[in-house]
Each structure stands twice: as C-alpha cells, then as structure tokens.
C-alpha cells in the first residue's frame, strides 16, 4: 500500500512564502510522477503543479513564476516551494503520486492567505 504524507501548510498573509513537502512510502515504480493539487471551497480540485521523476515539470498558469515544484533528494519525496501567496491560493494542497495505472493521494493540508 502506497502512502502520502504531507506537511507544510498554514496561515500567511498575501505576499508571503509556504514550503510544502511530501513523502510517499510504499511499493513505488520508479518512473513515476509526483505533482500538487488543491481545492478550494466550492470548487474542484484543480492542478498546481507537477514533477516527473526524471524532473521534468508543469504549472498551473495561474502559480507560474510565484511556486516552484522539486523532487528531494530521498527517494519520492517533492516540495512545493509557494512565493508571493495571493488570497486565490487558499484552498486543501493534495499530493499526489502516479505510476502506469495506479494514482495515489495524501491527506490534504490546509494553505490559508489572507489579505
């Protein structure tokens, strides 16, 4: 069984900076990738970011520029690093890991930016 493990979120205020980090544990193929999603109240969860394991990255349009997505050192972990927060950003972050048919998800950490 795959887990996630998030951590990282909290209350800034707009114009501020967040690091999440995840770990994900578990049998895990090695071509994988890891990304972000959130989901902000009444709404679905959207993408934010994505990392392939041979680093290759996307973004939502909306964060480009202002986050950063990476994959650490150990093994299936990724960071989100989130610069100049708007109120927008607000919402669950859900990490994510897939791999040939399998799509796995954390247990969501609240980002609150206020203004």
């Known amino acids: 069984q795959v887990q996630l493990v998030e951590s990282g979120g909290g209350l800034v205020q707009a114009g501020g900076s967040l690091r999440l980090s995840c770990a994900a544990s578990?049998?895990?193929?090695?071509?994988?990738?890891m990304g972000w999603y959130r989901q902000a109240p009444g709404k679905q969860r959207e993408l934010v970011a994505a990392?392939?394991?041979?680093?290759?990255?996307n973004y939502a349009d909306s964060v480009k520029g202002r986050f950063t997505i990476s994959r650490g050192n150990a093994k299936n972990t990724v960071y989100l690093q989130m610069n100049s927060l708007k109120p927008e950003d607000t919402g669950v972050y859900y990490c994510?890991?897939?791999?040939?048919?399998?799509?796995?998800w954390g247990q969501g950490t609240q980002v609150t930016v206020s203004s």
């Open positions: 994510n890991i897939k791999y040939l048919s399998q799509d796995y």
């Open positions: 578990g049998s895990i193929f090695s071509f994988n990738t």
């Open positions: 990392v392939t394991s041979f680093g290759s990255s």
